[in-house]
């Protein structure tokens, strides 16, 4: 026999031989056809009763993966030719060649089997410093309001309560004045882009957006058939002037762009929204992470001086408590508010609705307010130490860009330091450092570093950044 049986322990003993036989010959090891010994020779090689391998074999035999032959033996039953691996696929096959095989990767993320001991990935906050004694009261509110409720389906668009919280919420910190029955329950910003995209571009149809820009939103509109124009931005954000004319999309990251992290000034934004109404295209604002500002006063959003109706506004709890979370929201244009929730009806009917209840109540009872200001004050931290080091030991390879809002910053290379050479260094020293490479696509690539700081706290962002400026400084002995 061409399995190994292994027994551990006393215990269940009929169930351990009869999952490993299955296996044998679910793989392919036990060969249909293949005589198998007989139930005494099996018990007496692994010291169990004879009964209990007779037992497995009645098993398998009724459930049709052995048969039996009176006088000549058991066998694996010749139905199991069924259960060969079918031969590799052509690279022509259909799904070979579908858009999902040829969609690039999103960001990159850090290894879970092995993540540095300072890992400044972006993107990432700090679970540790949420307050889930709160959380835990919350979730009982919500199991108790479940518990209270019909098992049936609720309302694609999310909870009144939920989107009553973030109504008034946007209203106070973004001055986004909406009711909240425009307000839409996502499965954090991605799902809102899904949507979006679905109910306002047919395939073909352009969709334009920052360059260099978010990879996981080019993805998803290249994944539903959009052609993805990249749009150069500057000093003062997206370029308008460079939007293609027939762009039935613009999406757009105003508050920190993503990467570089500068605001879209208010020239420009008045700039987008008057193309945005000339050519009748949707504008889509992404406000990831504008709830942290370090400097100065907070830019207006697109959406608060939106007059006529252009604007979609994207947010999302990822930042603020943690990706795992899978909340987000959208706030369409009225026209798109029908379309928008007969599509996440479509997709998934609706988001979980215990989750929502309990972060209805974790914002509508002050625990959210309380939470943003103690995480706006431990980034200011972080940010400042992570400044700190980009302007003193590690200046001379790296120059930060203005940025005064969000959880990370981008730093520029100097030259003539190579880009995957100072990830590859500090990699070695249990440093993650991720690059700017693969954000742009018809611009040329300027070498830079995304330094996030959600995750990683003010003593581990001075280890790791000294560990770091150690490293590159032996290098620059070395080619001296």
Same mark, same amino acid.
């Given at each position: 026999?061409?399995?190994?049986?292994?027994?551990?322990?006393?215990?269940?003993?009929?169930?351990?031989?009869?999952?490993?036989?299955?296996?044998?010959?679910?793989?392919?090891?036990?060969?249909?056809?293949?005589?198998?010994?007989?139930?005494?020779?099996?018990?007496?090689?692994?010291?169990?009763? +004879?009964?209990?391998?007779?037992?497995? /074999?009645?098993?398998?035999?009724?459930?049709?993966?052995?048969?039996?032959?009176?006088?000549?033996?058991?066998?694996?039953?010749?139905?199991?030719?069924?259960?060969?691996?079918?031969?590799?696929?052509?690279?022509?096959?259909?799904?070979?060649?579908?858009?999902?095989?040829?969609?690039?990767?999103?960001?990159?993320?850090?290894?879970?089997?092995?993540?540095?001991?300072?890992? /400044?990935?972006?993107?990432?906050?700090?679970?540790?410093?949420?307050?889930?004694?709160?959380?835990? +009261?919350?979730?009982?509110?919500?199991?108790?309001?479940?518990?209270?409720?019909?098992?049936?389906?609720?309302?694609?668009?999310?909870?009144?309560?939920?989107?009553?919280?973030?109504?008034?919420?946007?209203?106070?910190?973004?001055?986004?004045?909406? =009711?909240?029955?425009?307000?839409?329950?996502?499965?954090?910003?991605?799902?809102?882009?899904?949507?979006?995209?679905?109910?306002?571009?047919?395939?073909?149809?352009?969709?334009?957006?920052?360059?260099?820009?978010?990879?996981?939103?080019?993805?998803?509109?290249?994944?539903?058939?959009?052609?993805?124009?990249?749009?150069?931005?500057?000093?003062?954000?997206?370029?308008?002037?460079?939007?293609?004319?027939?762009?039935?999309?613009?999406?757009?990251?105003?508050?920190?762009?993503?990467?570089?992290?500068?605001?879209?000034?208010?020239?420009?934004?008045?700039?987008?929204?008057?193309?945005?109404?000339?050519?009748?295209?949707?504008?889509?604002?992404?406000?990831?992470? @504008?709830?942290?500002? /370090?400097? @100065?006063?907070?830019?207006?959003?697109?959406?608060?001086?939106?007059?006529? @109706?252009?604007?979609?506004?994207?947010?999302?709890?990822?930042?603020?408590? /943690?990706?795992?979370?899978?909340?987000?929201?959208?706030?369409?244009?009225?026209?798109?508010?029908?379309?928008?929730?007969?599509?996440?009806?479509?997709?998934?009917? =609706?988001?979980?609705?215990?989750?929502?209840?309990?972060?209805?109540?974790?914002?509508?009872?002050?625990?959210?307010?309380?939470?943003?200001?103690?995480?706006?004050?431990?980034?200011?931290?972080?940010?400042?130490?992570?400044?700190?080091?980009?302007?003193?030991?590690?200046?001379?390879?790296?120059?930060?860009?203005?940025?005064?809002? @969000?959880?990370?910053?981008?730093?520029?290379?100097?030259?003539?330091?190579?880009?995957?050479?100072?990830?590859?260094?500090?990699?070695?020293?249990?440093?993650?450092?991720?690059?700017?490479?693969?954000?742009?696509?018809?611009?040329?690539? +300027?070498?830079?570093?995304?330094?996030?700081?959600?995750?990683?706290?003010?003593?581990?962002?001075?280890?790791?950044?000294?560990?770091?400026?150690?490293?590159?400084?032996? +290098?620059?002995?070395?080619?001296?």
């Amino acid at each position: 026999m061409d399995v190994h049986l292994t027994i551990h322990g006393r215990q269940g003993l009929a169930g351990q031989i009869y999952r490993q036989l299955r296996a044998g010959v679910m793989d392919g090891r036990l060969a249909p056809g293949q005589r198998l010994p007989s139930t005494r020779e099996l018990a007496l090689q692994l010291g169990v009763s +004879r009964k209990t391998t007779l037992d497995v /074999f009645e098993r398998l035999i009724a459930e049709g993966y052995l048969r039996s032959r009176a006088g000549d033996g058991t066998f694996v039953a010749d139905a199991m030719t069924r259960l060969a691996p079918p031969p590799p696929m052509p690279a022509t096959s259909p799904a070979a060649g579908s858009i999902w095989a040829r969609l690039e990767d999103a960001l990159p993320m850090t290894p879970a089997d092995t993540p540095p001991a300072y890992d /400044f990935v972006g993107g990432v906050t700090d679970k540790s410093l949420f307050p889930f004694d709160q959380w835990r +009261r919350c979730v009982s509110h919500a199991l108790r309001v479940q518990a209270r409720g019909r098992g049936t389906y609720r309302d694609p668009a999310g909870e009144q309560e939920l989107r009553q919280a973030v109504a008034s919420y946007l209203a106070f910190s973004r001055a986004v004045v909406s =009711h909240w029955h425009e307000v839409v329950i996502t499965q954090g910003a991605q799902q809102a882009l899904d949507l979006l995209t679905k109910v306002s571009v047919r395939p073909g149809e352009v969709v334009a957006m920052e360059d260099p820009g978010y990879p996981p939103a080019r993805i998803i509109f290249a994944a539903l058939g959009a052609q993805v124009v990249p749009v150069p931005v500057d000093e003062e954000g997206l370029v308008v002037d460079a939007l293609p004319a027939n762009a039935r999309m613009v999406y757009v990251t105003p508050s920190h762009q993503f990467p570089l992290g500068m605001p879209m000034s208010l020239e420009r934004r008045l700039a987008l929204l008057e193309w945005a109404q000339r050519h009748g295209a949707l504008v889509v604002e992404d406000d990831y992470d @504008g709830e942290f500002r /370090f400097e @100065g006063r907070p830019m207006e959003s697109l959406k608060s001086l939106d007059t006529a @109706g252009v604007v979609a506004y994207v947010g999302t709890f990822s930042k603020t408590i /943690f990706p795992e979370l899978r909340v987000g929201y959208v706030i369409p244009p009225a026209p798109l508010g029908s379309a928008l929730r007969r599509a996440k009806q479509v997709g998934d009917w =609706h988001s979980c609705t215990m989750t929502q209840a309990a972060l209805a109540k974790f914002m509508l009872d002050g625990y959210f307010a309380k939470h943003l200001r103690r995480m706006h004050k431990e980034y200011a931290a972080r940010r400042a130490a992570l400044l700190e080091h980009l302007r003193g030991d590690l200046a001379p390879w790296l120059t930060p860009l203005p940025c005064a809002v @969000g959880i990370h910053l981008v730093a520029a290379i100097r030259a003539p330091q190579d880009e995957s050479d100072m990830i590859r260094r500090a990699a070695a020293e249990s440093v993650g450092l991720y690059g700017m490479a693969g954000m742009f696509v018809s611009q040329a690539p +300027r070498p830079g570093l995304l330094f996030g700081y959600g995750g990683i706290g003010v003593t581990a962002i001075h280890a790791g950044l000294a560990r770091l400026a150690s490293a590159l400084a032996g +290098r620059r002995q070395d080619a001296a």
